[in-house]
């Protein structure tokens, strides 16, 4: 059982006028097999979230703690915070040219674990994994998201999820530029991670569709940096009726 708790949380980002405050005081629990959404418009501060969980150097805490099951993230290397269990799956995920998907895969497997997978049932892992996830085997051998459609990148993003394993994942607005059928292959992915290993995660998104698909315990509206209101399922419904314009006119938006 594993807690991401989130304490007034205030974050800034460098920007030629100076810093500028984007988080503004963010309180959040994530535990293992919980699924919270992040819903908010653009702007809000939904992605800024994600990657100053993830450690990104852009992205400056200002004040606030994030600590998953009492240890110190803040304290903690991009590395160290992988091998504590936080997974980030990117918005817009980074090509690699010259490395492998196989090698990759195989190569931060091991770096999280400490200790490389034995060859024979890792194999058989990944091609199960990338079976599910409608993944052509022959990927394995291409450079990583390099010439990837926008789906497959996405794929790719969850097809680590599930090899790796993590305590918590944070889910960048996977759904963006996916069509139905690659939404519901990626839905399905996540779905089984969450059977299979118990994993929280935190699932930033504009939209109700993946929520179709992916059911939420949690939603969580996001504007101007704050979290303007919580609730369940039930509210995720509500914002697909009536839209973010009721918390967007209270405060002015923040750029992510």
């Known amino acids: 059982m594993s807690t991401l708790a989130i304490r007034d949380l205030?974050?800034?980002v460098e920007t030629k006028e100076g810093p500028k405050p984007i988080l503004r005081g963010v309180d959040l629990t994530l535990e293992s097999g919980q699924t919270h959404a992040i819903m908010g418009p653009n702007g809000s501060g939904k992605s800024t979230l994600a990657s100053a969980l993830a450690g990104h150097p852009k992205y400056r805490v200002t004040s606030?703690?994030?600590?998953?099951?009492?240890?110190?993230v803040l304290a903690m290397s991009v590395d160290e915070r992988a091998r504590a269990g936080l997974f980030l799956a990117m918005q817009y995920p980074v090509e690699v040219p010259g490395v492998s998907v196989a090698n990759f895969l195989r190569t931060a497997k091991t770096a999280i674990d400490g200790e490389a997978p034995k060859l024979r049932t890792w194999g058989?892992?990944?091609?199960?994994?990338?079976?599910?996830?409608?993944?052509?085997?022959?990927?394995?051998?291409?450079?990583?998201?390099?010439?990837?459609?926008?789906?497959e990148k996405k794929r790719h993003e969850i097809l680590q999820m599930e090899l790796f394993k993590p305590q918590i994942a944070i889910l960048d607005e996977t759904d963006s530029g996916l069509d139905v059928d690659?939404?519901?292959?990626?839905?399905?992915g996540v779905n089984r991670a969450k059977e299979n290993?118990?994993?929280?995660?935190?699932?930033?998104?504009?939209?109700?569709?993946?929520?179709?698909?992916?059911?939420?315990?949690?939603v969580h509206v996001f504007v101007d940096g704050r979290i303007a209101e919580e609730g369940g399922p039930e509210l995720a419904d509500r914002l697909e009726e009536e839209g973010y314009d009721k918390y967007v006119g209270k405060a002015a938006p923040a750029a992510v």
Not at 64 to 72: C, M, P, R, Y
Not at 182 to 188: D, K, P, Q
Request: glycine share 10%.
């Open 197 to 218: 290993t118990d994993v929280g995660v935190l699932l930033i998104t504009h939209y109700t569709r993946i929520l179709r698909y992916i059911k939420p315990d949690f």
């Open 64 to 72: 606030g703690t994030v600590t998953l099951d009492g240890e110190d």
């Open 182 to 188: 690659a939404l519901r292959i990626v839905s399905e």
């Open 124 to 151: 058989k892992e990944v091609k199960e994994a990338m079976g599910n996830l409608r993944i052509d085997t022959a990927f394995s051998e291409r450079s990583v998201n390099e010439g990837f459609s926008g789906g």
């Open 10 to 12: 205030h974050v800034s």
